[in-house]
């Protein structure tokens, strides 16, 4: 609908920016810290881009102040970011490694001192690795209890300072990419083993958020869900239909737990016809429903265009982990969907849709299905950028993208939803995952890349100024 007036952001809106541990921190032995499973992951050959590794990221766990200044200066509202469990517990229980938890005690006391909420991830998927090797990790339901008591010691550690809580971190990638694709540790090929560790991980999703509303913890907890909505291609009653098998396999099997406690009818149908359905003990489900999320956070960078993929037809192809733009193959789930091009929008040289009206569109779905509270925790551009002679950063191609999303929760919010906050990805430049350090997202240009770690300064971009007086006027102009 067209308004003829939009609403205007809540004078509380948390205007913010996002990082986790592994991404940015550096310093993988130091003060007492453990192994994860990415410290091991990344130095099996072939796996992240040239072969890069976090051992260093940017170096924010030397350069904490610097950041928080920068962010100061920028006037940001929020800093989420991810505690590294294996920090707080080495070995991911036992007695709680004191230097660990000082990092984020001297961090976050550094953003409060600066008016910046700090916002908490508990798990942005760097699991110890005792815990993988002792019992399997998320396969065995004694991470539950782990978990838990991991996350208890940070909620009483930070009880009154931190008010805003993520439990996990896009569950739905970490298992997919974990246990179904093998481009994440454990590197798995197993659909049975990835929904089975993606059940456990739902009972410890919410044995944490009942242990945080069980404390009468000060504030809010969600889990952030890496939102992807599903399109049709066209009116074909069966790419309509394809949509549909979308939408409930990769996003309600997911939402649909967090909120009620259930799994989606006709997506556990295909899972139980494909002998990968989870097995639901005794109990499971009194847990599930008793969780009640304080709000959604979701991840939002994209949508997917779907048609009809028969049952013999794509399954899983190759991701474009290179920023060779048009590299990424055809995918899909046979008997359910696949994936094609959407004619109507761009891509990023990584071959991510870019459609800021697809976040509006999230926003509405989630808001009409399940009516409650968004974080908007992650939102962003990953390209390249170039530096000039003058250490300027001309991004407005993110500008653009960046401003195309706040209008489109602009839209959302004179829509009716209720949106807590956006951060975007990310404060600084970061390590991504799977595709090194050329593939850039950050306010702040970070100089270093995959063949070295060069002088690590800080660089503001263009887009550092762009959201500093969206903040100042509280998106009034956008
Ligand atoms: C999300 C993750 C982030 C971040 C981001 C960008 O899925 O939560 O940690 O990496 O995506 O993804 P990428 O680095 O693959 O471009």
Redesign the pocket.
């Known amino acids: 609908m067209d308004h003829k007036k939009l609403t205007a952001f809540p004078d509380q809106f948390l205007w913010g920016s996002?990082s986790?541990a592994y991404?940015v921190e550096g310093a993988w032995d130091e003060d007492g810290k453990g192994l994860s499973v990415w410290d091991e992951f990344v130095r099996i050959p072939g796996k992240t881009f040239k072969g890069t590794n976090g051992d260093v990221a940017v170096d924010h766990y030397h350069r904490f102040k610097e950041d928080v200044a920068l962010m100061a200066e920028q006037g940001l509202k929020t800093y989420r970011f991810s505690i590294a469990w294996t920090r707080i517990f080495p070995e991911g229980r036992g007695e709680v490694n004191v230097e660990g938890l000082n990092f984020y005690q001297d961090l976050v006391d550094e953003l409060i001192k600066h008016n910046i909420e700090p916002m908490i991830t508990l798990y942005?998927?760097d699991l110890p690795q005792t815990l993988q090797e002792e019992y399997g990790g998320w396969e065995s339901r004694q991470i539950i209890e782990d978990f838990t008591n991991y996350a208890a010691t940070l909620f009483e550690a930070f009880r009154g300072k931190v008010h805003y809580w993520v439990s996990l971190?896009?569950q739905n990638?970490f298992t997919s990419l974990g246990y179904m694709l093998a481009a994440h540790p454990p590197g798995v090929t197993d659909p049975k083993r990835m929904y089975a560790a993606n059940h456990i991980a739902n009972l410890a999703n919410a044995s944490v958020i009942n242990k945080f509303h069980e404390l009468q913890m000060p504030g809010k907890i969600g889990p952030?869900f890496?939102y992807t909505p599903n399109y049709a291609i066209d009116s074909d009653p069966k790419n309509v239909l394809a949509a549909e098998n979308a939408e409930d396999l990769m996003a309600h099997y997911w939402m649909d737990v967090y909120l009620w406690g259930k799994y989606p009818i006709a997506a556990m149908r295909f899972l139980e016809e494909q002998g990968w359905a989870p097995t639901i003990e005794p109990g499971d489900q009194e847990l599930l429903e008793s969780a009640k999320p304080d709000f959604l956070g979701i991840?939002y960078?994209q949508t997917a265009t779907n048609a009809f993929n028969p049952l013999d037809g794509v399954g899983s192809g190759k991701m474009n982990?290179t920023g060779k733009k048009g590299s990424s193959e055809e995918s899909g789930v046979p008997g359910m969907y696949k994936k094609v091009t959407n004619p109507f929008v761009d891509r990023t040289n990584?071959d991510?849709e870019i459609d800021p009206e697809g976040l509006r569109i999230a926003l509405r779905r989630i808001t009409s299905r399940y009516r409650v509270p968004v974080m908007i925790t992650?939102n962003?551009l990953?390209e390249y950028d170039k530096i000039t002679a003058e250490n300027e950063i001309h991004d407005d191609y993110r500008i653009k993208y960046l401003s195309g999303h706040v209008h489109a929760i602009k839209e959302a919010i004179s829509d009716g939803a209720e949106v807590l906050g956006y951060c975007t990805?990310?404060f600084t430049d970061?390590l991504?995952?799977?595709?090194g350090y050329q593939?850039r997202?950050g306010f702040v240009y970070v100089d270093r890349d995959e063949d070295g770690e060069r002088t690590m300064n800080r660089y503001k971009k263009d887009s550092f100024y762009w959201y500093q007086e969206v903040i100042k006027e509280n998106g009034a102009n956008s």
Do not use: D, R
């Open positions: 996002a986790a991404q942005h998927w971190n896009e990638v952030s890496a991840n960078y982990t990584w991510w992650e962003g990953g990805w990310s970061l991504s995952w799977l595709n593939k997202y």
